[in-house]
């Protein structure tokens, strides 16, 4: 099993992300969507997370 993170504000957008990948493109794995907000994590990530959003435009940042 995985799991793909993608950090966006639109589904429509995560599910074309999520069918670039190999295993998706071949049928050989199953998919599900869920949303979710952290909450708890190593600082590391949040700085990640902060970065990328920035870079992206996310307007619905939270103070992670």
Known sequence: GGVIIVLSNDLEEAKAIM????????????????????????DVIKDLFNKVSLNMGLTEQKNL
Do not use: I, R, S
């Open 19 to 42: 069918q670039q990948d190999p295993f998706y493109q071949n049928a050989v794995a199953d998919y599900d969507y869920l949303k979710f907000e952290p909450t708890k994590f190593l």
